[in-house]
């Protein structure tokens, strides 16, 4: 498919030119590693390289090189955190750039079907009105049921026109968000307190066991999603031009609205609402490699995953306390955005 033939705010930054671009490309497709490493050495209880590499062999082979305090701190705290804010950056990246394709609007984030909002509701519920709930599964199960509302109002004659489901979202997530303030409102406030950190994002509270029932879906997610990606180029040309070429539109919007909803649901209910990460990374990697979806996916997968471990990185370690995620991300986001619009004007965003 020829990129010229892409819709004028999808095609808005052509990419990096020639050898240029593949080195950025590679550079990005590499960078999950150091910041990894990196991420692991970031703590009250200092770690080098070296160490970060030891421990991780001594584990594999089975001998115990190091004091046991240091394996606690790193395996079980600090690599179930990194590994969890790579696996949602990553998750979250990949279905924003999905989301833009099928929706063809270089607006729409994973959190566009009103999804954040019923989340957020569910964790609320769970925090201040039925405690035995465990506040995780809430999160998801509200998180889809908002999808779910939103598809099912745009859904007519066995079609779901785009106009339609992002004016359902907005219809959605409007209702939740009015539920989730009869919460706050009612709520004591030491839950209102915590209510409040949880809607603004934090890997504080992963462990081993959240991260273990979670994982799966979101990587499943996800591979789906970038399995599926060259069908996002024949999307984004329109409904007619797609049907034309013998694609089950439907079908296909159905895969990536449900992939993307589901491996959202996950993140939020595992870090909170973290703002802007689904909207900006896929627009950074258009900048770098086009907006040709084959390389779009896997190239927003990386940088995603490298972002938001970065993101939690400063949230953690930048001052003597833990700054939720939102903060971070949308003073970050929110410039990037506003300067990307201002250079994009021109290219068919108005």
């Not at 030891?54 to 701190?73: F, H, L, N, P």
Request: aromatic share 8%; net charge positive; charged share 10%.
């Amino acid at each position: 498919m020829a990129v010229r033939r892409l819709p004028a705010a999808l095609r808005a930054g052509t990419g990096l030119p020639g050898g240029w671009r593949t080195v950025a490309i590679v550079a990005i497709a590499l960078s999950p590693i150091p910041a990894f490493v990196f991420s692991m050495l970031l703590g009250s209880y200092g770690l080098s390289v070296g160490d970060v590499f030891g421990i991780i062999w001594s584990r594999i082979i089975g001998t115990e090189a190091y004091e046991s305090t240091v394996y606690a701190v790193f395996f079980d705290i600090r690599l179930p955190r990194v590994l969890s804010a790579m696996l949602v950056g990553m998750s979250i990246s990949v279905a924003g750039a999905a989301l833009q394709g099928v929706l063809r609007n270089p607006l729409v984030d994973p959190y566009i079907l009103g999804l954040s909002s019923g989340a957020a509701f569910g964790a609320a519920l769970a925090i201040a009105v039925l405690p035995w709930l465990p506040l995780q599964l809430s999160a998801f199960l509200f998180g889809l049921l908002a999808m779910g509302i939103a598809y099912s109002m745009a859904r007519s004659g066995g079609r779901v026109p785009i106009v339609s489901l992002i004016l359902s979202g907005v219809i959605t997530s409007a209702i939740f968000t009015a539920l989730l303030s009869i919460v706050q409102i009612s709520a004591h406030e030491r839950s209102l307190q915590t209510i409040v950190r949880w809607i603004m994002g934090s890997f504080n509270a992963v462990t081993w066991s959240l991260l273990s029932t979670s994982w799966f879906l979101m990587v499943l997610g996800t591979i789906v999603m970038i399995a599926l990606r060259w069908r996002l180029n024949v999307l984004a040309l329109g409904d007619d031009e797609a049907r034309s070429s013998g694609m089950n539109v439907e079908r296909y919007k159905v895969v990536f609205i449900l992939c993307a909803a589901l491996v959202s649901a996950v993140g939020v209910s595992i870090a909170g609402i973290v703002a802007l990460v689904g909207l900006i990374v896929p627009h950074m990697a258009r900048m770098i490699a086009g907006p040709d979806h084959r390389t779009l996916l896997p190239l927003s997968a990386a940088l995603g995953a490298t972002y938001l471990v970065l993101v939690d990185d400063i949230a953690r370690a930048a001052l003597g306390y833990e700054v939720p995620l939102s903060i971070i991300t949308t003073l970050i986001g929110a410039p990037f955005f506003w300067l990307l619009l201002r250079s994009t004007k021109a290219s068919g965003w108005e």
